[in-house]
């Protein structure tokens, strides 16, 4: 991972470079009024995650103005509705939109919409999300699988710390149906847990709700019984949040493990209680990033070759997939605060401070 840090850090160096160039070339050109800045769509699905408020969007924004000054970010939030997505897009496209980078709500719908951009020879990147049924440019993300097999080998190895594995059943609360990452994860989960353990309920949590994975927890202890859950599979923090409230109303002295993804405040302070097991640490910054330079890119008439490429059902779209990190309470220290995600300062409220300290964060 530190390796494929510096090579992206390189990679972005070098684009810095030639982009500034790019930049100088247009700059020659000031005086005529007729060339307009190159306007960069960046479409984000919902803020019930709090990472596309408060880490894409102004790390996507800071590269490509660090990377093309006169460039402009039309920015568009669909709070989890297709329809409402659809509409920006078009507005997008109404405004002149040179290049679209976009976080579908729902991925396996929106290739009339990739479509309309490629009639109007706007580049399109797919972030986070795998678009379907339509060839694009490119896509942005991290091995999903992986982030499933993660979480489920995370499960088993508390699972067997407090002597549980097959002893009870576990519940799993996946992401959206209309996340095809959300598919992803539950494959890479299943691989692992699989004739393991016994999953007793298991649900698809519409818009990645909090509210709907609580309700969804409450469901699995009244069917189930408080006693016989061991452990649960949450696909990110939020979710794990929501199950974990479920959890504390139903009497638990003592929460099960339970995974979770994206390293929400919240959850690291959570996992360095001892509420929740671990999260899965995205790199959030090299994604944004990479996007950002992509869509630069793209308006600059660069089509950077890609390391890898993704059937998407209809066509291999050129792709950049980075590396997810597990974190327990003994590895947030060397990742999300080493990394700078967030500062011990930002982590360590008073509520937390002891528990930072027995983890060496300060």
Same mark, same amino acid.
């Not at 308006?299 to 590396?323: E, M, R």
């Not at 509520?351 to 027995?358: G, I």
């Given at each position: 991972m530190r390796a494929n840090r510096f090579a992206a850090a390189a990679a972005a160096t070098a684009a810095v470079v030639f982009l500034s160039a790019? /930049?100088? @070339? &247009? !700059?020659s050109d000031a005086s005529d009024s007729s060339k307009k800045a190159a306007a960069i769509a960046l479409f984000l699905p919902e803020s019930k995650t709090t990472r596309y408020e408060a880490f894409d969007r102004p790390l996507f924004e800071a590269k490509v103005k660090a990377l093309c000054a006169d460039c402009k970010v039309l920015y568009f939030n669909a709070d989890q509705d297709a329809a409402k997505q659809q509409q920006q897009v078009e507005a997008a496209l109404t405004q002149g939109a040179d290049a679209l980078v976009l976080d579908a709500v729902d991925a396996g719908a929106v290739a009339s919409l990739v479509n309309r951009a490629k009639q109007a020879k706007v580049p399109v990147i797919a972030y986070d999300r795998l678009i379907s049924g339509i060839s694009y440019d490119y896509y942005v993300s991290f091995n999903n699988v992986r982030v499933g097999e993660m979480q489920g080998q995370a499960l088993l190895d508390a699972l067997g710390k407090a002597g549980t594995t097959g002893k009870g059943k576990i519940v799993m609360i996946n992401g959206s149906p209309t996340d095809p990452s959300s598919a992803d994860y539950k494959t890479g989960a299943h691989h692992v847990l699989d004739g393991k353990v016994t999953v007793g309920r298991e649900f698809d949590t519409p818009d990645w709700s909090p509210d709907k994975a609580q309700q969804e927890m409450e469901q699995a202890i009244t069917a189930l019984g408080r006693d016989n859950i061991v452990g649960v599979l949450s696909a990110n923090d939020g979710m794990a949040g929501g199950a974990i409230a479920a959890m504390k109303r139903a009497g638990y002295a003592t929460v099960p493990p339970i995974t979770g993804q994206d390293a929400e405040l919240a959850a690291v302070q959570r996992i360095l209680t001892g509420e929740q097991y671990m999260t899965i640490y995205l790199d959030i910054r090299s994604e944004a990033e990479k996007a950002a330079e992509l869509a630069v890119g793209v308006v600059h008439d660069q089509? $950077? @070759? @890609? $390391? @890898?490429?993704? &059937? !998407? /059902?209809?066509?291999?779209?050129p792709s950049f997939l980075l590396d997810p990190i597990p974190v327990t309470a003994d590895k947030i220290n060397d990742t999300i605060v080493k990394d700078g995600f967030y500062t011990a300062a930002d982590i360590c409220t008073p509520p937390v401070k002891a528990a930072c300290a027995r983890q060496g964060i300060q």
């Amino acid at each position: 991972m530190r390796a494929n840090r510096f090579a992206a850090a390189a990679a972005a160096t070098a684009a810095v470079v030639f982009l500034s160039a790019c /930049g100088a @070339a &247009d !700059n020659s050109d000031a005086s005529d009024s007729s060339k307009k800045a190159a306007a960069i769509a960046l479409f984000l699905p919902e803020s019930k995650t709090t990472r596309y408020e408060a880490f894409d969007r102004p790390l996507f924004e800071a590269k490509v103005k660090a990377l093309c000054a006169d460039c402009k970010v039309l920015y568009f939030n669909a709070d989890q509705d297709a329809a409402k997505q659809q509409q920006q897009v078009e507005a997008a496209l109404t405004q002149g939109a040179d290049a679209l980078v976009l976080d579908a709500v729902d991925a396996g719908a929106v290739a009339s919409l990739v479509n309309r951009a490629k009639q109007a020879k706007v580049p399109v990147i797919a972030y986070d999300r795998l678009i379907s049924g339509i060839s694009y440019d490119y896509y942005v993300s991290f091995n999903n699988v992986r982030v499933g097999e993660m979480q489920g080998q995370a499960l088993l190895d508390a699972l067997g710390k407090a002597g549980t594995t097959g002893k009870g059943k576990i519940v799993m609360i996946n992401g959206s149906p209309t996340d095809p990452s959300s598919a992803d994860y539950k494959t890479g989960a299943h691989h692992v847990l699989d004739g393991k353990v016994t999953v007793g309920r298991e649900f698809d949590t519409p818009d990645w709700s909090p509210d709907k994975a609580q309700q969804e927890m409450e469901q699995a202890i009244t069917a189930l019984g408080r006693d016989n859950i061991v452990g649960v599979l949450s696909a990110n923090d939020g979710m794990a949040g929501g199950a974990i409230a479920a959890m504390k109303r139903a009497g638990y002295a003592t929460v099960p493990p339970i995974t979770g993804q994206d390293a929400e405040l919240a959850a690291v302070q959570r996992i360095l209680t001892g509420e929740q097991y671990m999260t899965i640490y995205l790199d959030i910054r090299s994604e944004a990033e990479k996007a950002a330079e992509l869509a630069v890119g793209v308006v600059h008439d660069q089509k $950077p @070759a @890609a $390391p @890898a490429n993704v &059937d !998407n /059902g209809t066509a291999k779209i050129p792709s950049f997939l980075l590396d997810p990190i597990p974190v327990t309470a003994d590895k947030i220290n060397d990742t999300i605060v080493k990394d700078g995600f967030y500062t011990a300062a930002d982590i360590c409220t008073p509520p937390v401070k002891a528990a930072c300290a027995r983890q060496g964060i300060q």
